[in-house]
């Protein structure tokens, strides 16, 4: 059954509100592991370069790849179906994570929940593009993309919630086992309360119909738009150093003082998450809007100012003398960092044909995630103990992690490379969306 929800601005913003949930699902599981790494990592005695290949390449690797198959089927089937199934696939494989004894099991569960993920953004953003007409899309998928600091704050919160009295009562597999059963029963309430909208309702009329895209048609066409390229290359290099922030934060703390509270840990940094890295992801969102209507290069701007912003804030906090200071400065990295998300799911939906835009949004996760998932996690683990063979284990995460945080000015020269060619682009999308309705 397909449902337009445009002439229904309460139904609109509920179908948004309900995919923001899901996408906040999402980075909750992302996020766990590395909230509990010093947990997983002392039980299962894994080293840091297995733990970096755990939270990244393990997880990536079949994320990547199969986003790219399902992202086609989203295009051409149902995608509500395709996003509750992916769902209660990666939920699954959540609570099986909470059952491995070894660092074999532990990665072939974490490659599991890729694989579900793998389904999850593609069809959701398109969704939202058939919800949103193209001057309201930054600022929608900005909401959506608010699912990610959310996901993220609520990750803290729960290990709070369902962790012990001290800091050596962390039972790190109950925790993945709730969460695996919560997806589950979310992926079922999805799927009997959300309909399919029409697919490219923003930009056909009522009429219309769209051919669907062959799949070497799709990603020749994508690969070919200079500015969603260079969007992708700058995500996925902030992205980089993102991920590789996460995944080693409670680590570093765990070292720098062995004798901060923990629990206390996870609820400030789920705070500082709910508000700063959502606030900014907000802002972000709707500041690309404003400045994007007088010029188009907002998009391109605006990420590359914030970035840039969060640079000194990034790499100061893991210098800081203390445990709030460095929580201090983290804060502002978090509030500039959320900015580039709305602007560059925005990029990715409105210069994709209407046909392709799920497998834009595979495209552009395939890039993101190989690189900065995949890529940033593992590269960090592997730094940090290639820096060990010199310094103690404090100086040589601080200096892995300054190397990583200089990977931000090249975030920066990627989206100023989008400034460049973005006029030109979304200006050609407009012509190409514009005849796929005529040809019709």
Known sequence: MSENHTANPGKRTFVLLLLTLVYGFNFVDRQIVGILAPYIQADLELTNTQLGLLIGLAFAALYTIIAIPIAWLADRYNRVNILSISLAIWSGFTALTGMANNFTQIALARAGVGIGEAGGSPPSHSIISDLYAKEERAGALGIYSMGIPFGIMFAYFATAMLMGQDNNEVDWRRIFVILGLAGIGLAVILRLVLREPKRGA?????????EKAPFKESIKTLLTIPSWWFMCLGIALGSFVSYSFSAFQTKYIAVFDPNFDFKTLVIVLGVINGISYAGGTYLGAKCADLW????????????????ACALPFAIAGFWASTVWTHLIYTTFMLLFLGAYLGPCFAIAQTLAPINMRAMSTALFFF????????GG?????????????????????????????????????????????????WAAAEARNESLGSDS
Do not use: H, Q
Request: proline share 4%; hydrophobic share 50%.
């Open 292 to 307: 994007g209507k007088k010029d188009i290069r907002a998009y391109g701007f605006l990420p590359a100012i914030t970035i």
């Open 377 to 425: 996690p593992t590269f960090s683990g592997w730094l940090i103990d290639a820096f060990k063979e010199t310094y103690p284990d404090l100086e040589s995460i601080r200096y892995a992690m300054t190397v990583v945080c200089f990977v931000f000015v090249l975030s920066v020269a990627s989206f100023i490379m989008v400034s460049k060619y973005i006029r030109r682009d």
């Open 367 to 374: 890039i993101l995630n190989m690189i900065a998932l995949g």
């Open 202 to 210: 923003m930009e056909l009329s009522d009429t219309e119909k769209i």
